[in-house]
T-cell receptor, first 117, second 109 residues
C-alpha cells in the first residue's frame, strides 16, 4: 500500500494524559498536513510542513499541540494534557508541490480517532 | 476570511435519480477548488480539482463544475455505492484548505 498511513487508528485516553500520533506520507510527497475533524464537520487545518520545515500553524493549534517532521518523511503530532474537547478524528494528508504551483491535490490517510474520557 | 458553504446538508435519492450538490465559496485569490468523498470512519478520498470558472471535470457518474462563486457536483443515475459525505474545499492565498461541512448523500436501491 503506497497511500498515507496513520498510527494508531484509535486512541482512548484519560483527561490530562499526553498522546502522540504518527503519519507516514506518500513517499515522494514533500508536503505534509495535519487536520482535525469533528462529527458532522469538514476537516479543519492545523499545520503543514514542507520537507522538515513547519511553515504554517492554525490558531486552532494551541500550545498543548506540537508537530514535528524531523527528517522530512514521517511526522508526529503530540497533544499534551489532553482535554475532552480534543476528542476528534486527526487526519494527515500529503501532497507534492512542484515549483511555483502549490495547488497540488492532498491525499488523506485513514485518520486517528481520539477519545478523551 | 475564506468561507465554504455546502447545501443541502443531507440528500436522499432513489437509485437512478440524478441530482446536484452545491458548494458556495468566498476566497481571496482562488488557487483551487477541491471535491472529496468521505465514507464513515475513513479519510477523505480525492475526486476533483477545479482551478478556474467554466472548468468542468468528470469521473464515472460524477461531474464537477465551477463558477466564480460556486461549484456543483452533479450525480447522474446514482447507485447505492455512491452513498457518502461529499466535501468541498478551497485554497486561497494560504497553503491550507478550507473545507465545507459536507453533504451527506444516501442513495436507496
Amino acid at each position: 500500500d503506497t497511500g498515507v498511513s496513520q498510527d494508531p487508528r484509535h486512541k482512548i485516553t484519560k483527561r490530562g494524559q499526553n498522546v502522540t500520533f504518527r503519519c507516514d506520507p506518500i513517499s515522494e510527497h514533500n508536503r505534509l498536513y495535519w487536520y482535525r475533524q469533528t462529527l458532522g464537520q469538514g476537516p479543519e487545518f492545523l499545520t503543514y510542513f514542507q520537507n522538515e520545515a513547519q511553515l504554517e500553524k492554525s490558531r486552532l493549534l494551541s500550545d498543548r499541540f506540537s508537530a514535528e517532521r524531523p527528517k522530512g518523511s514521517f511526522s508526529t503530532l503530540e497533544i499534551q494534557r489532553t482535554e475532552q474537547g480534543d476528542s476528534a478524528m486527526y487526519l494527515c494528508a500529503s501532497s507534492l508541490a512542484l515549483g511555483g504551483r502549490a495547488n497540488n491535490e492532498q491525499f488523506f490517510g485513514p485518520g486517528t480517532r481520539l477519545t478523551v474520557l | 476570511e475564506d468561507q465554504v458553504t455546502q447545501s443541502p446538508e443531507a440528500l436522499r435519492l432513489q437509485e437512478g435519480e440524478s441530482s446536484s450538490l452545491n458548494c458556495s465559496y468566498t476566497v481571496s485569490g482562488l488557487r483551487g477548488l477541491f471535491w472529496y468523498r468521505q465514507d464513515p470512519g475513513k479519510g477523505p478520498e480525492f475526486l476533483f480539482t477545479l482551478y478556474s470558472a467554466g472548468e468542468e471535470k468528470e469521473k464515472e457518474r460524477l461531474k464537477a463544475t465551477l463558477t466564480k462563486k460556486e461549484s456543483f457536483l452533479h450525480i447522474t443515475a446514482p447507485k447505492p455505492e455512491d452513498s457518502a459525505t461529499y466535501l468541498c474545499a478551497v485554497r486561497g492565498r494560504s497553503n491550507d484548505m478550507r473545507f465545507g461541512a459536507g453533504t451527506r448523500l444516501t442513495v436507496k436501491p
